[in-house]
């Protein structure tokens, strides 16, 4: 097909700018991309080709800044980065011989929990300190050495099956990973966000070589939107860094709800 024209270029680039910014503090990024391609008469399949190959420089970019910031647990990141690759492509190759219309039922009712949860946990208490209140007794120190070393097989588990899901499918990638992190791993909403970047920089690359080797990539769009990606995408990460869980809380809850009345119209 004809390559869009320059000013819809450049005008895809600051959605991708906008789009990196959100998806790096809390997911959602490819709510504002995809329907922006699909908009500038990119066919399904070539815009979904073409959104992996933007997003992957946002999450990239999101990625080292948590890494950077110490928000990433290495063992977890070790685990979770090649299930995520592997999720991933697996999902990808399905997605281009099986429709994805029936998954959207199944991802509004998951939107819809996901921002309910987000929006209704409060953060978690901070410890007391090891001494306690003057003259008090220490409290026993109680070690969870078998929660500690499943962490990393659960980070794995949870990287295989949403990564697979962003394969074959997408929206709301980043949020369902801040979900799984933030409830079934105990993380705060700020160091969910950094740990589900991980992930998702390894499911976009994995997604992109598949949907790249298949030729489904417009690089001419796409690596102008990448630069929007990798500028929206330090940026944001940076903001979540600096104004932790009650930023990630805001921005996961208006991408969960914005996704969830969005696949809801598409149902009608």
């Known amino acids: 097909m004809p390559t869009p024209s320059p000013l819809t270029i450049a005008a895809l680039a600051l959605v ?147 990564g697979a899901y962003d394969g074959f499918f997408g929206p709301g990638t980043g949020t369902f990973l801040i979900v799984a992190f933030v409830a079934l791993l105990g993380d705060g909403l700020a160091r969910a966000s950094a740990g589900a970047k991980v992930v998702n920089f390894a499911s976009n690359l994995a997604a992109l070589a598949l949907f790249a080797w298949r030729g489904l990539v417009i690089w001419p769009v796409a690596l102008p939107m990448a630069a929007g990606q990798l ?4 940026i944001g990460a940076h903001l979540a860094v600096r104004r932790g869980d009650a930023l990630v809380r805001r921005v996961a809850v208006l991408s969960a709800l914005a996704l969830a009345v969005k696949l809801a119209l598409d149902l009608r």
């Open 16 to 162: 991708a700018f906008a789009a990196g910014l959100v998806d790096a503090i809390a997911g959602g990024g490819g709510l504002l991309t995809v329907p922006a391609l699909l908009a500038a008469g990119l066919p399904p399949h070539l815009a979904l080709g073409t959104n992996k190959g933007q997003a992957v420089f946002g999450s990239g970019a999101a990625m080292v800044k948590f890494w950077r910031s110490g928000l990433i647990d290495p063992s977890r990141a070790r685990a979770g980065f090649p299930l995520g690759l592997l999720g991933s492509a697996g999902g990808a190759a399905l997605v281009l011989a099986i429709p994805a219309a029936s998954l959207k039922p199944i991802v509004l009712v998951l939107l819809a929990g996901a921002a309910l949860f987000i929006g209704l946990r409060r953060s978690p208490r901070p410890a007391p300190s090891p001494g306690g209140s003057p003259g008090s007794t220490p409290a026993p120190v109680v070690t969870a050495p078998n929660r500690q070393t499943t962490r990393p097989v659960l980070a794995g588990l949870i990287a295989l099956v949403i």
């Open 231 to 234: 500028c929206g995408g330090w």
